[in-house]
């Protein structure tokens, strides 16, 4: 198989032609190694491959799972695979290794994936581009002058670029849905407890973040979902289980929603007029499908939510450092540390337990406050992102000039609809809907209720059947890359 032919391909795609016989799980890795030969020189997005791993993990026959012998990559942001070094695009990270599997890399195997790399991230994944000191920037394939998000950037260009069908990916503040939103592709962040994080953690952030990935199609999504959710052994909470696969969910219609939209962010950053005009397209589109559009926003004290994810980001971020430190037998510093992670480490060492139950405190009254509002509307639609994506350079999380709370507004003006939903707990994906004057993609984020996957996905396989998107190709694959006509399998 050409890289030709399997860039063309979604992960389900893919995995038809492994159990149909048309293509081996060794032919897969190939071309996928061959992908980021060819491409990650340009946009940087691939740390490390696992050449030798991988063939020992085909060698050894793969689980007979929805994606047998799909390439995947792994974000390199936590620890996830024995003896896979992940250094959170740290400096001060770097040799940071695991002992064992976490139970979701056991069910990423168990699903089929040949794991054929790491994913660049930002340092500690503290960031809505990909831009480390010690990798550089990740750069997104539809126009390579500018970031391609984050802190899953690596992860969301390659598979934009065709490197992976498929990748890992993690959010604490839209670290999924937001590069997802500026690379083309679909990004769900799954409820609070529908995904394991286990055994070395009961939650990550709090309870602010998530595990899944990015993918290039709904289905994908569907069936990565119904393979990898439900609690670990010993899960302290856990969502609800559907009645029936978000696969399925492909058959049903959704019924005649109840949609709520919001063009302005809660925190009142300005939104680019592009991502606007995007979004009152989408508005229309739903309405096309016979969907009932009011615009609405949740009323919360927006402040006080930023103050608390500060807060608990500052707090996991310092103690996290204090573990390393400890565990690598090194010194935090300016010097090993990036200008925003040293502030926030700094903050977190002044924060008090008092600070961290008020924290909570807001959180549990901003959820209940959203909560009611999703009794009146079965989805809120907003921009996922309020700007295009911003040239390479612009959000450095290297700037001494900025202190904790300055930084991470920055931030959240940059990206400002996606953290809510981390406060919340509620699911929220991303669909390639909107496009700029320029070609750029320009993501729709759709938030349900609280454990409510499924009318997402039902939506979302109705917007893409009426809207689909899967045969935009970036700048970089239309350059390097020959059209060729078999997408399906």
Same mark, same amino acid.
């Given at each position: ?11 389900? =795609? ?17 071309? &996928? ?47 996830? /695979? ?85 990748? +890992? ?15 083309? %592709? ?10 394991? +994080? ?26 990565? %979902?119904?393979?990898? /959710? ?21 058959? +049903?219609?959704?019924? #005649? ?5 919001? =063009?302005?962010?809660?925190? =009142? ?23 009932? %559009? ?7 004290? &927006?402040?006080?939510?930023?103050? !608390? ?43 008090? /337990?008092?600070?961290?139950?008020? /924290? ?6 901003? &959820? ?7 009794? +009146? ?26 202190? !904790? ?27 390639? %809907? ?51 006509? #078999?997408?399906?399998?």
């Amino acid at each position: 198989m050409e890289f030709s032919e399997y860039s063309e391909f979604d992960a389900v =795609g893919l995995a038809l032609l492994v159990k149909n016989r048309e293509v081996t799980p060794q032919e897969l890795k190939k071309v &996928a190694l061959e992908g980021i030969d060819k491409l990650n020189p340009t946009i940087n997005a691939v740390v490390s491959t696992l050449s030798e791993q991988a063939d020992k993990e085909i060698q050894a026959g793969l689980p007979e799972g929805p994606f047998k012998g799909i390439p995947f990559l792994i974000k390199e942001s936590s620890a996830q /695979a024995i003896g896979v070094p992940v250094n959170l695009g740290s400096r001060f990270g770097v040799g940071v290794t695991t002992s064992q599997d976490t139970n979701l890399m056991t069910r990423f195997r168990q699903a089929g994936f040949v794991t054929v790399g790491t994913s660049t991230t930002p340092e500690f994944a503290f960031n809505f581009t990909t831009e480390s000191v010690l990798y550089g920037p990740t750069r997104n394939p539809w126009d390579t002058n500018l970031s391609a998000g984050g802190s899953s950037g690596g992860a969301a260009a390659a598979v934009s670029a065709g490197i992976v069908p498929i990748a +890992h990916a993690n959010d604490g503040a839209g670290s999924i849905r937001q590069p997802a939103a500026v690379n083309g %592709l679909v990004g769900l962040k799954p409820t609070r407890g529908r995904i394991p +994080h286990g055994p070395f953690r009961g939650e990550i952030l709090s309870g602010l973040s998530n595990e899944f990935a990015v993918t290039k199609s709904v289905r994908d999504s569907a069936v990565l %979902l119904d393979e990898i /959710a439900g609690a670990d052994i010993g899960a302290s909470s856990w969502a609800e289980s559907p009645k029936r696969t978000y696969l399925s969910e492909k058959e +049903h219609k959704p019924k #005649r929603l109840r949609i709520a939209w919001m =063009g302005a962010p809660i925190n =009142g950053a300005s939104v680019d007029k592009e991502c606007t005009d995007a979004l009152y397209r989408t508005v229309q589109l739903c309405q096309d499908l016979g969907h009932d %559009l009011v615009e609405a926003t949740p009323q919360i004290n &927006a402040e006080e939510q930023f103050q !608390a994810t500060l807060r608990i980001w500052a707090a996991n971020i310092s103690r996290s450092i204090d573990r390393l430190q400890i565990g690598l037998n090194r010194t935090a510093s300016p010097e090993n540390l990036e200008a925003s992670n040293w502030a926030l480490y700094q903050y977190g060492q002044t924060l008090k /337990a008092f600070d961290l139950l008020e /924290a909570f405190e807001i959180n549990n009254r901003v &959820a209940r406050t959203v909560g009611e509002f999703f009794t +009146h509307y079965d989805v809120l639609l907003s921009p996922t992102i309020a700007q295009l994506p911003w040239e390479i350079g612009k959000l450095n999380a290297n700037d001494p000039n900025l202190d !904790a709370k300055q930084w991470t507004e920055r931030m959240m003006a940059y990206a400002p609809f996606t953290n809510l939903f981390n406060t919340t707990g509620q699911p929220a994906i991303s669909l390639p %809907l909107g496009w700029s004057s320029k070609g750029l993609p320009i993501g729709m984020q759709f938030a349900g209720r609280f454990a409510d996957e499924s009318t997402l996905f039902q939506l979302a396989f109705q917007l893409e059947e009426a809207q689909p998107w899967i045969d935009k190709k970036t700048r970089l694959l239309n350059a390097k890359v020959k059209h060729y006509s #078999r997408r399906e399998g």
